[in-house]
């Protein structure tokens, strides 16, 4: 079945760094892509998407690119900052169910 | 973005009660909700699909009867865990909307629930 792998957890980095978080995916078809925040004791919220490939979704400086190749969705950001702490997870859509398939979840921490 | 309201934010009930927890979609209908279960630093696990006017469908390995789900309207489900147990402590999420491929899902605030 489909899948989605995220990078093992916590990240730990200062402010101003460059972030990267792995994701790649297993899936039949032609998925769409998903990163997720959430930040402590809330609920998820969409940071960007990407419905097919070689898409770049992008939002508040994070980026990312569909990668049909090596089926990645890496989420990259040029500086973070300390309000960036938070979880973030990977998910995949792959037909029209809304059945989200989620990776594991990466704990981002940013000290100043 | 649409808006999914969860309620309440977090509940503490003791062994053998029941629980009741909300999920509304605040400015657009939704015939279907999603219920997810979150452990602690886990992922989040999809428990069943509510569909208005019918019954849930449930994934496989979660307990129908122990895990009620009502969707009585085209703005609201209610998840009902009854006789509540400790190792039913847990973050429980709802979310509506994604029904299509390249739609987003709007998800609620989350409800803790802690089972004493």
């Known amino acids: 079945g489909d899948s989605v792998t995220q990078m093992e957890g916590p990240v730990t980095l200062s402010e101003e760094a460059f972030l990267t978080i792995n994701c790649t995916y297993t899936?039949?078809?032609?998925?769409?892509l998903f990163w997720y925040v959430q930040y402590p004791g809330e609920g998820l919220q969409l940071l960007l998407k990407a419905t097919k490939a070689d898409d770049k979704g992008s939002n508040k400086g994070f980026e990312a690119t569909y990668r049909k190749e090596t089926t990645s969705f890496h989420l990259e950001k040029g500086s973070v900052q300390v309000s960036d702490s938070a979880v973030y997870f990977c998910a995949l859509n792959g037909g029209n169910t809304g059945k989200l398939i989620f990776g594991q979840g990466t704990t981002l921490q940013v000290k100043p | 973005g649409a808006v999914v309201s969860q309620h309440p934010s977090w509940v503490i009930c003791k062994s053998g009660t029941s629980v009741k927890i909300e999920c509304r979609s605040l400015?657009?209908?939704?015939?279907?909700m999603f219920w997810y279960r979150q452990f602690p630093k886990q992922s989040l696990m999809l428990m069943a699909t509510?569909?208005?006017?019918?019954?849930?469908?449930?994934e496989q390995g979660v307990e129908k009867d122990k895990f009620l789900i009502n969707h009585a309207s085209l703005t609201l489900s209610t998840l009902t865990v009854t006789s509540a147990h400790p190792e039913d402590s847990s973050f429980y999420i709802c979310?509506?909307?994604?029904?299509?491929?390249?739609?987003?899902?709007?998800f609620g605030q989350g409800t803790r629930l802690t089972v004493v």
């Open positions: 979310s509506a909307g994604g029904l299509t491929i390249a739609t987003e899902a709007f």
């Open positions: 400015d657009f209908q939704a015939t279907t």
């Open positions: 899936a039949t078809g032609y998925p769409s």
């Open positions: 509510s569909n208005e006017g019918s019954k849930a469908t449930y």
